[in-house]
T-cell receptor, first 114, second 110 residues
Framework: EAGVVQSPRYKIIEKKQPVAFWCNPISGHNTLYWYLQNLGQGPELLIRYENEEAVDDSQLPKDRFSAERLKGVDSTLKIQPAELGDSAVYLC????????????FGEGSRLTVL | RKEVEQDPGPFNVPEGATVAFNCTYSNSASQSFFWYRQDCRKEPKLLMSVYSSGNEDGRFTAQLNRASQYISLLIRDSKLSDSATYLC???????????FGSGTRLSIRP
């Protein structure tokens, strides 16, 4: 069974440029998460989807970040414009539900803003 | 105060040693607890759930103390391959939130 797929794995951009990350969750997983992870820190939730509905986006900086999950499957996270402090790893995870709390993570997209 | 707090380490122990680390949480409404493992430059993966009665999986033992609001992870007979960051995770089923700690780095030396 294929795992969570993310792209790109690495992205280097200059500040003020836009960037987008894509995530394909495990088939059948209704819940999708975007996390941000800084070096030496744990993942921090940006947004959680149940199917196509964003049920928790309280930690998403909406002035520059946006996300969508059309048709309740793939998801895209966008940053526009990027700032130096946005350099981090952006992790996508999916789960079939919160019954057992297991999240399946993709390998992440490592963003460097210069 | 952070919802989940962990000693960042690093814990540097010799192969074969027993090592234990704790994680404290501030919200008593937390309902489920987990330990995740994250290798360097890799994604986190579930290591084990933590049950109120304590649970064991091979060399790993997890404990939950609700009265004192902490969970623990014990690793016996540590292997070089146990070197990783161990993330404490809790969830609130009513709010459907999953919170990660900052992780404890463990390094096993030959």
């Amino acid at each position: 069974e294929a795992g969570v797929v993310q792209s790109p794995r690495y992205k280097i951009i200059e500040k003020k440029q836009p960037v987008a990350f894509w995530c394909n969750p495990i088939s059948g997983h209704n819940t999708l998460y975007w996390y941000l992870q800084n070096l030496g820190q744990g993942p921090e939730l940006l947004i959680r989807y149940e199917n196509e509905e964003a049920v928790d986006d309280s930690q998403l900086p909406k002035d520059r970040f946006s996300a969508e999950r059309l048709k309740g499957v793939d998801s895209t996270l966008k940053i526009q414009p990027a700032e130096l402090g946005d350099s981090a790893v952006y992790l996508c995870a999916s789960s079939p539900g919160l019954r057992d709390g297991e999240l399946f993570f993709g390998e992440g997209s490592r963003l460097t803003v210069l | 105060r952070k919802e989940v707090e962990q000693d960042p380490g690093p814990f540097n122990v010799p192969e074969g040693a027993t090592v234990a680390f704790n994680c404290t949480y501030s919200n008593s409404a937390s309902q489920s607890f987990f330990w995740y493992r994250q290798d360097c430059r890799k994604e986190p993966k579930l290591l084990m759930s933590v049950y109120s009665s304590g649970n064991e999986d091979g060399r790993f033992t997890a404990q939950l103390n609700r009265a004192s609001q902490y969970i623990s992870l014990l690793i016996r007979d540590s292997k070089l391959s146990d070197s990783a960051t161990y993330l404490c995770v809790l969830s609130y089923s009513s709010a459907s939130k999953i919170i990660f700690g900052s992780g404890t780095r463990l390094s096993i030396r030959p």
